[in-house]
């Protein structure tokens, strides 16, 4: 059977990724007590029936503390009896999740208790929920996305992975906007020429082919591409013998139009000879 936990913060679209794998024909539950995952999963190994074959629960801070830290162990001894385990944390930044408690007027769930501000509700969520954060398998980040674009996400990442050992994911991002936070490994590509001054490019994007001719001839932005290539080539074989699950490549320019899009475009190119399901996101680019 397939169990996949899911957690994050409070507003950062658990309750939709939970939605979204309900509809892929997981059995779902929501905040679902930690000490009760063991026995769920005992129950449902009983059955021997396709409904509960797959099973996503969702584990939040309304659990009490203790039991949050039992949750590391509970993990260890599920994946020991070779259940297929995995656990998706979503996150994003504390002023997105401030913004969005305040459109929505949603009591956040520990403002309930010892009489926290929504601010100092948010920071001691991150703190409390850090036992299964640690353990995360795929994190991702939402402070960017809408609930579409997260629902897309979760079904290409973890519904896309299949049958495939690693799940891939190249993206590029402007350092101006941030790093983002779900990221494994994280390439600067400031430093090589920038199609944004050159006037004739500045309002295109490394999608658009004057601009792709114009990096392509940059010498030092062929030796990044084959540096980066060369360095994921060796080590992804490495990271997937090692069983991870899950691997987020992002590349990054200042603002994440040209260089960092370019750059990650011609990755994933390259990848696919090995890497099929391979999937790329740009973080900055407004596409249809």
């Not at 939040?60 to 994946?79: K, S, Y």
């Not at 390439?187 to 082919?209: H, I, K, M, Q, S």
Request: glycine fraction near 4%.
């Amino acid at each position: 059977m397939k169990l996949v936990v899911i957690s994050g913060r409070s507003g950062s679209g658990k309750s939709a990724a939970l939605h979204l794998l309900e509809d892929l024909g997981f059995f779902s539950i929501d905040n679902l007590p930690v000490g009760l995952l063991s026995p769920l999963v005992e129950q449902a190994l009983q059955q021997q029936d396709t409904q509960h074959a797959r099973i996503a629960a969702s584990i939040d801070a309304r659990n009490l503390p203790q039991d949050l830290h039992q949750f590391p162990e509970i993990l260890r001894h599920l994946r020991h009896r070779e259940i297929d385990c995995e656990v998706l944390y979503l996150d994003a930044s504390e002023k997105v999740l401030f913004e969005r408690f305040s459109a929505t007027r949603r009591k956040h769930p520990l403002t309930r208790q010892d009489s926290l501000s929504l601010a100092e509700a948010i920071a001691y969520e991150q703190q409390l929920l850090e036992p299964i954060a640690n353990l995360a398998d795929l994190r991702l980040d939402t402070t960017d996305l809408s609930v579409h674009q997260l629902r897309d996400l979760i079904c290409q990442r973890v519904e896309g992975k299949a049958g495939h050992p690693m799940s891939i994911l190249v993206e590029s991002f402007g350092f101006k906007h941030g790093v983002p936070l779900d990221a494994d490994l994280v390439f600067d590509a400031r430093c090589l020429p920038n199609p944004y001054w050159e006037t004739n490019l500045r309002d295109l994007t490394g999608l658009d082919v004057p601009v792709q001719a114009f990096l392509a001839e940059a010498e030092e932005v062929q030796h990044m591409q084959a540096d980066i290539y060369q360095l994921l080539s060796h080590w992804l074989p490495r990271y997937q013998a090692s069983n991870r699950s899950y691997m987020t490549i992002a590349v990054g320019c200042t603002g994440g139009q040209h260089r960092s899009v370019y750059l990650c475009e011609a990755l994933v190119g390259a990848l696919r000879a090995d890497y099929p399901q391979v999937q790329i996101r740009h973080r900055e680019l407004k596409l249809p």
